[in-house]
C-alpha cells in the first residue's frame, strides 16, 4: 500500500521500538513516523518528539506527513501507573481521546490501540478468562484501559472510526526493555540469568500469568491490522494469548539451559496487582474472527532468548 503512512506513538517503548522497525521494513522509511515523548531516539525511520497529551502537536504531523494510521502506544503502564495514578490517567486516557478526535477530524483508514489483561480484576475468572467478563481492574492503567476499550468502540458505533485493540498478555522480549510493567519479571529473570546465574522475583513461585513472545505479539498485531474490516467483529479489544506460567515454571525451563541458575522471591505490591489477573484467557473470538495463533510456546521461547541473550554479550 505507497498512500500508507504510518505515525507510532510510544515508539521508544517495549513494543514501540519493534513495531516501528517493522513497519519501516514493511512500509519503507518515508513511510512510517516514530514518536515519543523524548526529545530524540535513534531510529531506522523518522523521529518527531511528541507528547500525546498535545493535540495540536499531533494534528499538526497528521497534517506534515498525511497520516493514514496510527499505532497509540503511549501509555504508563501497570507498576508505574500506582506511583501516580492521576498522571496515569491523564497520559492514557487523553492522549487516547487526542488520537480518537484526530482519527475521525482526518478520516483515518485505521487506529491500533493496545489494551491489557489489567482490565480484568478479581471479579473476573481466572481460568480461561472469556472475550466478555466482569471488567473491574485493580489499578488505574486498568481502569483507564478499561475505558479506553469503551471510548474505542464508541468513536468506531458512532463516527466509524476504524480502531482495532488486543489485550496483551504479558509481552517477552530480549533485545528492548520493559517499562514499568507488571510482568516485566519475565523479561529481566532472563539478563540476570545471562549475567549473575541468579533473580529475586517479585512475584511469588506459584503465581501464573498470561505471556506472549514479542515476535508473537508483533504479528498479533500486523495480522489484526490487516484483517477485512468486516471481520473485526469485536470492537472493544480482543483477547490474545500465547502461554501461561509462573515464575518457577520459567526458572525450571531456564535451569535447562543455565543449570546453576537460581530463583528467590521477595514478592512485592506488584504480587496484588498479578494475583487480580487472569492465570489463562480464553482467545476463541481472535482465533475465529481474524485466525489467530501462536507460533512460540515456554521451551521455544526461553532457548531463542537465551540464543540471543548468549550471542549478544558474546560480541
Known sequence: MPDTKILVTGACGQIGTLLSTTLQ??????????????????????????????????FYLISKYQITQIYHLAAILSAKGEANPIFTWNINMNGLLNVLEAAKNYKLEKVFYPSTIAVFGNQTPRV??????????????????????????????????????????????????PGGGTTDYAVEIFHEAIKRQSYTSYIAEHTALPMMYMPDAIRATLELMDTAKENVKVRTSYNVGAMTFNPAELSEEIKKHIPDFVIEYEPDFRQEIAASWPESINDTDARTDWGWKESYGLADMCQDIIHNLTQNNNQ
Do not use: M
Open 25 to 58: 521494513e514493511r512500509y519503507g522509511f518515508d513511510n512510517v513516523i516514530a514518536s515519543d515523548i523524548r526529545s530524540s531516539a535513534t531510529f531506522s525511520c523518522i523521529y518527531e518528539q511528541l507528547d500525546v497529551t498535545d493535540a495540536n502537536k499531533l
Open 128 to 177: 480461561g478468562t472469556p472475550q466478555w467478563p466482569n471488567l473491574t481492574p485493580e489499578t488505574v492503567y486498568g481502569i483507564s484501559k478499561v475505558a479506553g476499550e469503551n471510548w474505542c468502540n464508541y468513536y468506531f458505533q458512532k463516527f466509524d472510526v476504524d480502531v482495532r485493540s488486543l489485550r496483551y498478555p504479558g509481552i517477552i522480549s530480549w533485545d528492548t526493555l
